[in-house]
């Protein structure tokens, strides 16, 4: 019987221990990368060795660890925000307002209208992850891709306007054909994009030339106000004017038709009376002037009627100035 009393070597001791530590480890790496959790607002594309393996909905999934399957999580069911000419340091959510950023972005928001003037503009714009799958492999960036051509979709917006239209009736078109034109872009370039909303927050022109142009605005708003007030007097004087020359013309010829009928009816009477003087000369003779005396005598004063055989009338006038 033989009794061995061997002593082991340190450095293997300390070798045994570093290869049990990393097995450990290993272990516990393998073990928390063996799983993913999937939030409900969003879905998750795994890939196998760098390949579109499958997309994971909402829950706690499994997967290859060491890195075989990698998992990334995107946001779909959320809709997503980007701001241009200006940036939002606290959300209003909670019922209080909003911070904005104090610094300038006129690289984003400084652009010329149709009529080459200057305008700051500032917008943002809601849009969906509608295919996962699209947004991560068919852009490199896709956020930096969206901003881009939102911003390029805006300025060709502006630049088919003039600044008076931007500023004041022009934003709901500006609205919705920028959303258009975004939409079509993203389904060219394929980037899985849905746009829900564009929202124009400010137009405004320069804080440089605000003054002018708001003195231009008022020299604007002065000449409508005369315009209207010329055409309200316009319309007051001319109609009353146009209505009293319509009267006087109707009258006129109200005047002339009963000229002309009053005319036509004596030359009827007239024509009526030469015909009864045709027939019986004598008779119409004595009519007309037992007429034409009983008109007449009436408007006379003082009358005297001798008889053609008196030689004289002073004492008949003698006799009248006394009775």
């Not at 002593?7 to 272990?27: C, K, N, Q, S, Y």
Request: charged letters at 25%.
């Amino acid at each position: 019987m033989y009794k061995t009393n061997q002593t082991r070597d340190p450095f293997e001791v300390r070798m045994t221990h570093i290869v049990l530590v990393a097995i450990g480890l290993a272990l516990v790496y393998g073990l928390f990368s063996s799983y993913y959790v999937v939030e409900s607002e969003e879905q998750a594309v795994v890939l196998r060795f760098g390949k579109l393996h499958k997309v994971a909905e909402p829950g706690l999934h499994f997967k290859i660890p060491f890195g075989v399957d990698k998992a990334m999580r995107v946001a779909t069911r959320r809709q997503h925000r980007e701001e241009f000419g200006y940036r939002t340091l606290a959300d209003n959510s909670g019922g209080g307002p909003s911070r904005y950023d104090s610094r300038s972005y006129l690289s984003e928001s400084l652009m010329v209208t149709g009529d080459l003037n200057a305008a700051e503009v500032e917008w943002s714009v809601q849009y969906r992850i509608e295919d996962p799958k699209a947004y991560l492999f068919n852009v490199r960036d896709p956020v930096t891709t969206m901003r881009d051509a939102s911003e390029s979709v805006m300025r060709q917006v502006v630049g088919d306007r003039t600044v008076d239209e931007i500023i004041t009736v022009g934003r709901q078109s500006m609205q919705s054909q920028a959303l258009d034109r975004l939409q079509r872009l993203m389904d060219e370039y394929g980037m899985g994009i849905g746009i829900d909303q564009v929202v124009l927050q400010a137009v405004a022109p320069p804080s440089q030339v605000a003054p002018s142009f708001n003195a231009v605005n008022e020299a604007q708003q002065l000449r409508e106000r005369l315009i209207n007030e010329a055409r309200s007097q316009y319309n007051q004087v001319v109609p009353k004017a146009r209505g009293q020359g319509e009267q006087q013309i109707e009258e006129a010829r109200g005047y002339a038709i009963e000229r002309v009928n009053r005319s036509k009816g004596d030359a009827k009477r007239f024509e009526a009376v030469l015909e009864e003087y045709l027939k019986a000369p004598e008779v119409t003779k004595r009519r007309m002037y037992l007429e034409t005396m009983q008109r007449v005598l009436p408007k006379m004063g003082r009358k005297i009627i001798v008889d053609e055989d008196a030689q004289s009338v002073l004492p008949l006038l003698q006799l009248n100035e006394q009775k």
